[in-house]
């Protein structure tokens, strides 16, 4: 019955209120899970009641229709970090840039490239992200998730990570919690200040993104092709393609979703002309309907 009562979603709670890029329509339904107890009873409920679902993180790399969703919207508040020895165990829920900070300056090395990321452990391990030649998966020892109605422990090497990549984004699954393995290093703290410094001297802050846009094709730079294209300061409606760092598009403060998609395709057709490379994006592109869509058209919202 606690749980019962425990469980009042909110009714067309605007979606751009909790994403990066301050862009999407409202959610039939949306609810913060404060526990993993009443993350599984909202996703079970959802699965009797047949209601579409979508797991959102701190809604960075994610872009929802105008219209909204359809459905309803689960954000596991999992924020607990537990720290014994060399062993890091965070929430879904926690900042992944906060982890990366805090254990560099208690002298851990691994989560360094953190700094700065505006995501959620459980996005971060979902995308495989990575900054400064590391990625997430080079310390991560094991994931809790939630599958077939109950929570299973997966090692890394069930998650067939690859560049910007881990099997989550196929097979399905809600992570809850994440292990790592740290080193001790005493200059971590250092780096960690360094790498949070040059990503707020490269990177716009000063408008809502996504993050990066596109990945990197191997042995490139998404930012330096789209540069070359000459797709710098291009704009479609209110989103615009940064002047500081090209691989990210901005909400100049009006920009839809049909602005940024029509965007993302134009910039990747201006670089395949110039450079004969055709981009992959790397937003998830959530339509009305509870979709992962191709971000490649703004005929698909």
Request: charged fraction near 20%.
């Amino acid at each position: 019955m606690r749980l019962l009562t425990m469980f009042v979603p909110k009714k067309n709670e605007p979606l751009s209120l909790h994403t990066t890029y301050r862009i999407g329509g409202p959610a039939r339904l949306f609810f913060e899970a404060r526990s993993e107890e009443e993350l599984l009873y909202a996703v079970d409920w959802a699965g009797r009641e047949k209601v579409q679902t979508f797991i959102l993180g701190k809604g960075s790399n994610v872009l929802f229709d105008d219209r909204g969703f359809d459905g309803l919207v689960i954000v596991p508040l999992l924020g607990s970090v537990s720290i014994e020895g060399l062993i890091v165990e965070a929430g879904a829920g926690v900042s992944f840039s906060y982890l990366g900070i805090k254990t560099a300056r208690l002298g851990l090395s691994g989560l360094e490239f953190a700094s700065g990321i505006p995501g959620s452990v459980g996005g971060a391990v979902f995308m495989n992200a990575g900054a400064m030649g590391a990625e997430v998966s080079g310390s991560l020892v094991s994931v809790d998730v939630i599958r077939g109605g109950g929570t299973i422990t997966l090692l890394k090497s069930d998650a067939r990570f690859a560049y910007r990549y881990s099997s989550f984004q196929d097979e399905g699954g809600i992570i809850t919690k994440a292990r790592f393995q740290l080193t001790r290093d005493p200059e971590a703290a250092d780096r960690q200040k360094k790498y949070l410094a040059y990503r707020m001297r490269t990177q716009p802050y000063d408008k809502p993104s996504c993050g990066s846009v596109f990945r990197n094709p191997s042995g490139l730079f998404a930012a330096k092709l789209i540069e070359t294209a000459g797709m710098k300061g291009r704009g479609v409606g209110g989103a615009v393609v940064s002047e500081k760092h090209a691989n990210f598009i901005l909400n100049t403060g009006t920009a839809t979703a049909g602005d940024v998609l029509s965007l993302i395709a134009l910039v990747r057709e201006k670089v395949q002309e110039q450079s004969g490379i055709l981009l992959d994006c790397e937003v998830q592109c959530i339509s009305y309907d509870g979709q992962i869509r191709s971000p490649y058209s703004h005929h698909l919202f």
